[in-house]
């Protein structure tokens, strides 16, 4: 069963416009979150995180959501540039699991110029 | 810092072969991570050492996987026999005290 789940195996925007990339959990012991992107040939790079106490998380460009009663978090960009364009990975941990991530399936976002 | 390294970048290998990822984590960082990517399972974590202890292999898909990390500065990934669906992207990442995971290159390995 998968525990952290990203339903939109892709996503296509317009540069200049907002990239909304969403991600559900199930394990109501996670408290930890983070977002991670790939570029092909290359692993994960980090992007953002967010801890179970807060909300909001920005920087930059970037923004993480997390509603804790959804259990939903999702990632924005504004304004998405077509260097963006990459697969976004959603993570979770919690805190008796000394930090190994759990993944979602991953979003592949095409910011078109 | 150089990050994770990992080696070789690319295995191509017959079915029955033995195969071995070597992964070199980041000086300093106490734990570290196998992760395996498919188009179908995403990214999974196949097991993970800290301070050179396996803590958790239940990724570990078979027996003929296994993983060592003799010492803070190496780990490798066995596969014995290797077999075709074992083909995937291979990911070793390491970090320290924080759950922030730092990612290899990765390994892709192709088994025919």
């Known amino acids: 069963d998968q525990q952290v789940k990203q339903n939109s195996p892709s996503l296509s925007v317009q540069e200049g416009r907002i990239s909304i990339l969403n991600c559900d959990y199930t394990?109501?012991?996670?408290?930890?979150f983070l977002w991670y992107k790939k570029y092909p040939a290359e692993g994960p790079t980090f992007l953002i995180s967010?801890?179970?106490?807060?909300d909001k998380n920005e920087d930059g460009r970037f923004t993480v959501f997390l509603n804790k009663s959804a259990k939903h978090l999702s990632l924005h960009i504004v304004p998405s540039q077509p260097g963006d364009s990459a697969v976004y990975f959603c993570a979770a941990s919690d805190r008796g699991s000394q930090g190994n991530l759990i993944f979602g399936k991953g979003t592949k976002l095409s910011v078109k110029p | 810092d150089a990050g994770v390294i990992q080696s070789p970048r690319h295995e191509v290998t017959e079915m029955g072969q033995e195969v071995t990822l070597r992964c070199k984590p980041i000086s300093g960082h106490n734990s570290l991570f196998w992760y395996r990517q498919t188009m179908m399972r995403g990214l999974e974590l196949l097991i993970y050492f800290n301070n050179n202890v396996p803590i958790d292999d239940s990724g570990m898909p078979e027996d003929r996987f296994s993983a060592k990390m003799p010492n803070a500065s190496f780990s490798t990934l066995k596969i014995q026999p290797s077999e075709p669906r074992d083909s995937a992207v291979y990911f070793c990442?390491?970090?320290?005290?924080?759950?922030?995971?730092?990612f290899g290159q990765g390994t892709r390995l192709t088994v025919v």
């Open positions: 990442a390491s970090s320290l005290g924080v759950r922030k995971a730092f």
């Open positions: 394990n109501s012991m996670f408290d930890y």
């Open positions: 967010i801890s179970s106490i807060k």
